[in-house]
């Protein structure tokens, strides 16, 4: 064992090296450590130039940093007079089992590649990965950090994000929310629908374009539920406040106009039809208009030219 040993060691290294070889070594070394330090930084500033600055810069300028160190190292062992050879694979297969060990670190690293790749989010974006729902503080190597609205610091891993569904509330400047209410069995819809404008109109955050909508949804259990479609600015904090302000004018809304918002109850019948009913008048044609469709559903026909017959 001891022969073996001494043999292996005597074929990586040669024993005959002065100190003019480990001078030219070492100048070797930190020649090439200046040198991937100083491109690192100019890929750095090109980089985020480029694409602006983030990970995907700092990750770019490094690995080609490491790939320019390990250069100069390797070519100062071979002055040395190592056989690199049988040193890389040595190396190879110490890595392949380092790689096995690390999978779940690894898996979040080429993730996050993929993410400064495809750039779903950046840092400052409103996000819901995974269920959790906040604004994106920081994107590493592994994580990506979330800031939530309840306080909470939250770190999702990489490779869960690239496989979960991802919403961004920022990449746009709108967007739609709804809101629901029920009423009693024994409202008059029209008058409903007419408070329920009426509130939504009293709200100041609502975009007026698109112009929001108040729509029958479906008969519940207990109540004939409204939906009201609604845009606003696409920030949690928008969302939230016109939510508030939304309800209180509904409510505000229903009460004046003596309609009922119902609740789950239970009505015995005693068999006979009530003769007072919500509508006093015979029920008329009922057309909803829809948007961003006018008189003609289809384009214009085009008339064809006739054509004339020729003369013998």
């Known amino acids: 064992m001891d022969r073996l040993r001494q043999t292996d060691t005597t074929q990586i290294i040669d024993d005959s090296l002065t100190g003019a070889d480990w001078v030219t070594a070492g100048l070797i070394v930190v020649g090439s450590l200046v040198l991937a330090i100083a491109l690192s930084r100019v890929l750095r500033r090109v980089i985020g130039h480029g694409i602006g600055p983030g990970f995907a810069a700092i990750l770019t300028a490094r690995l080609v940093a490491y790939v320019v160190f390990l250069i100069g190292v390797s070519y100062a062992l071979t002055t ?18 380092l790689a096995l060990a690390l999978q779940g670190p690894v898996e979040s690293f080429v993730a996050s590649v993929i993410i400064q790749a495809r750039r779903p989010y950046t840092v400052g974006d409103t996000v819901e990965i995974d269920g959790e729902l906040g604004i994106v503080a920081d994107i ?18 990489n490779r ?6 991802i919403a961004n509330f920022t990449r746009t400047p709108h967007r739609r929310s709804s809101l629901s209410v029920g009423v009693a069995y024994g409202t008059d819809l029209q008058a409903a629908i007419a408070a329920l404008d009426d509130a939504v109109s009293r709200v100041g955050h609502i975009a007026p374009e698109p112009p929001p909508r108040v729509l029958v949804e ?21 969302e939230l406040t016109v939510r508030n302000d939304l309800a209180i004018a509904v409510h505000q809304a229903l009460h004046a106009a003596d309609i009922t918002i119902a609740f789950p109850q239970v009505v015995v019948w005693s068999g006979e039809t009530d003769p007072d009913g919500p509508y006093t008048a015979p029920p008329g044609p009922i057309e ?24 013998d």
């Not at 040395?80 to 089992?97: E, K, N, S, Y």
């Not at 519940?220 to 409204?226: C, E, P, Q, R, V």
Request: glycine share 14%; net charge positive; proline share 9%.
């Open 288 to 311: 909803t208009p829809v948007p961003g469709r006018g008189e003609r559903s289809g384009p214009p026909r085009r008339r064809l030219p006739k054509r004339r017959r020729g003369t």
């Open 140 to 157: 590493d190597s592994r994580t990506t950090v979330l800031e939530s609205f309840d306080g909470r610091h939250v770190r999702i891993p």
């Open 218 to 238: 479906g008969f519940g259990a207990s109540t004939i539920d409204l939906t009201i479609l609604y845009w606003h600015d696409s920030d949690v904090p928008t």
């Open 80 to 97: 040395l007079g190592v056989r690199v050879g049988p040193l890389l694979g040595a190396l190879g297969l110490g890595g392949l089992v």
């Open 160 to 165: 869960t994000v690239i496989s979960t569904t």
